[in-house]
């Protein structure tokens, strides 16, 4: 049999798979880079924006999870090492970033990165009639085209 218990095509949701894992592993830098950015931000904007990143951490959290619970709702199973997270992720990791405007500029880039990562797992979806997984990316790129919109804003 070439479909999954929930119906999808087998290969199609090995590519999917491989790109959810990706997308989860430039989660997970993301996620540590804003916990750095939240725990080492100083100057005039710091209490603006240390909430403003706990904020952003908490969402990339739940991002996580919900992308981990995908990648095994379609039984697989989802990158879970730093080792892993390193070798596969498209953001890059930074650190001892302190400058509010350097860390809110970094922040949208990254944005911009999973955003592309996001279109491209969304359009294989689409591919391979992964409603659900297209559904997902939707939702995300959606709210994040808004913050890249508010992030610019702010650097203005």
Known sequence: MNSTI??????????????????????????QNLRGYHWNIVGKDFFELHL????????????????????????????????????????????????????VNQIRIQLEQLVVQQRETLELADENKDIATSDLMTQYISEQEKTIWMLKSFLS
Request: proline fraction near 1%.
């Open 6 to 31: 929930l119906g999808l095509n087998k290969e199609g949701v090995a590519q999917v798979v491989t790109r959810l894992n990706d997308l989860l592993s430039s989660y997970q830098v993301f996620y």
């Open 52 to 103: 403003k990143f706990e904020e952003f951490y908490n969402n990339a959290q739940i991002k996580i999870d919900e992308i981990a619970e995908r990648i095994l709702t379609l039984e697989a199973t989802p990158l879970h090492s730093f080792n892993q997270y390193e070798k596969h992720a498209k953001v890059a990791s930074h650190e001892n970033v302190t400058d509010g405007s350097e860390a």
